[in-house]
């Protein structure tokens, strides 16, 4: 029944956009020419259904200095058994000018299985523990939980998060070259 309900949640917008596309070649004044031919399109479209940016795009996992899924396989068997299966690591796309205030060391997208780290961290300078340290964190989102908290507000950073995040084997090193080396990154 839950595979039918996410093959349902899969069709319906294209099934949608076939219907009011439909509506619109009929109660518009084209030829029938033009009328064949935004046909043929819609079909082309449902056919071949367009995938998220993020799938389109092939990105690397070898960086100038890391191999990301060389890492991943390493903390993927000692901190959590193998566990994490299908996911696709890569570094995101390298922004023209680093950022003012806030700096995102990684990211989890959990529905597509992709963590992506900033591209800022492939340098000579990062040490590997502490790129381990940020991949490790986002796996660990992909096993822990999210909560809610009193106000009804998500919060991923949980007390279960967080104590196994302390797991790591150079969690107190990585905060604190963290916080000495954070205006690095940053404009």
Not at 40 to 62: G, H
């Amino acid at each position: 029944m839950n595979n039918r309900l996410q093959e349902v949640k899969k069709v319906l917008p294209h099934v949608l956009f076939t219907s009011l596309t439909s509506a619109n070649i009929q109660l518009s004044r084209h030829s029938r020419w033009q009328d064949r031919v935004m046909a043929k399109r819609t079909k082309r479209k449902i056919a071949r259904p367009k995938l998220p940016l993020q799938r389109q795009l092939e990105f690397e996992t070898d960086g100038r200095y890391f191999d990301l899924r060389a890492m991943f396989e390493k903390l993927n068997s000692r901190y959590f058994g193998n566990r994490l299966r299908g996911y696709k690591i890569i570094w995101g796309k390298r922004r023209q000018e680093r950022p003012r205030e806030n700096f995102i060391f990684g990211t989890i997208q959990e529905e597509d299985h992709i963590i992506r780290i900033n591209p800022w961290l492939d340098q000579r300078f990062v040490p590997t523990w502490f790129l381990e340290y940020v991949l490790y964190h986002e796996m660990l989102h992909a096993i822990v939980p999210d909560q809610m908290n009193q106000s009804g507000r998500r919060c991923v950073h949980t007390d279960e998060f967080n104590r196994r995040e302390r797991e790591f084997r150079f969690y107190k090193r990585a905060r604190r070259w963290e916080e000495e080396n954070l205006a690095r990154f940053l404009r």
